[in-house]
């Protein structure tokens, strides 16, 4: 089957810097999505990585390591609009190409 | 542009009663998707589309069906709605998958279709 894990809840001051880890199980693994979602709105993304290493995008960093089945989304000098729901997602090939998000990490930032 | 536009915004069922979602995207996309969001979850894929003319399952099908009228519209239908099925569902589309990385990959989202069933 598939599966993935992250973090249900993270807390960070503004200006920090903070780690979302993702952890992935699942076959015909094409890439993995970042998006983020503030209350009451849709999801938008913010990153992919189909290969190994990191993609830096502004203030928003996201790496993958295919071999460990990881990633992770790295957001820096953190601003109280940053608290959101962040979702990792998986796109594979498996029956047809799919997107199978995670139940996403909620960030609360603190002044 | 307009996106990815979704109707209606809200809606309350009856059990039983029937309705169709509408989705409709103007960004020229082959893949159109139709998602479910229960509270503080994330979403799960019912149906998609890559192409028109075809549908696909996704992990929670069951209770839906889809139609891709064309290649801007991509409907939802619940045939006869039970309170399980009270839920936030999302549309979205997307283009060709670039292989490697970064922007080109990501799902745009319709503001969502807020449904209980009572």
């Known amino acids: 089957g598939q599966s993935l894990e992250q973090p249900s809840e993270v807390t960070a001051v503004e200006g920090a810097i903070v780690q979302i880890n993702c952890t992935y199980q699942?076959?015909?693994?094409?890439?993995l999505s970042w998006y983020q979602q503030h209350d009451g709105g849709a999801p938008t993304f913010l990153s992919y990585?189909?290969?190994?290493g990191l993609e830096e995008t502004g203030r928003f960093s996201s790496f993958l390591s295919r071999s460990d089945s990881y990633g992770y989304l790295l957001l820096q000098e953190l601003q109280m609009k940053d608290s959101a729901s962040y979702f990792c997602?998986?796109?594979?090939?498996?029956?047809?190409?799919?997107?199978?998000f995670g139940a996403g990490t909620r960030l609360f930032v603190k002044a | 542009n307009a996106g990815v536009t979704q109707t209606p915004k809200f809606q309350v069922l009856k059990t039983g009663q029937s309705m169709t979602l509408q989705c409709a995207q103007d960004?020229?996309?082959?893949?159109m998707y139709w998602y479910r969001q229960d509270p503080g979850m994330g979403l799960r894929l019912i149906y998609y589309?890559?192409?028109?003319?075809t549908t696909d399952k996704g992990e929670v099908p069951n209770g839906y069906n889809v139609s891709r009228l064309n290649k801007r519209e991509f409907s939802l239908r619940l045939e006869s709605a039970a309170p399980s099925q009270t839920s936030v569902y999302f549309c979205?589309?997307?283009?060709?998958?670039?292989?490697?990385w970064g922007v080109g990959n990501e799902q745009y989202f319709g503001p969502g279709t807020r449904l209980t069933v009572t």
């Open positions: 699942t076959s015909g693994f094409y890439g």
């Open positions: 997602a998986v796109e594979a090939m498996t029956g047809g190409f799919k997107t199978i």
């Open positions: 589309s890559a192409s028109e003319g």
């Open positions: 979205a589309s997307r283009g060709p998958l670039v292989v490697r």
């Open positions: 990585n189909a290969l190994d």
């Open positions: 960004m020229n996309h082959n893949s």
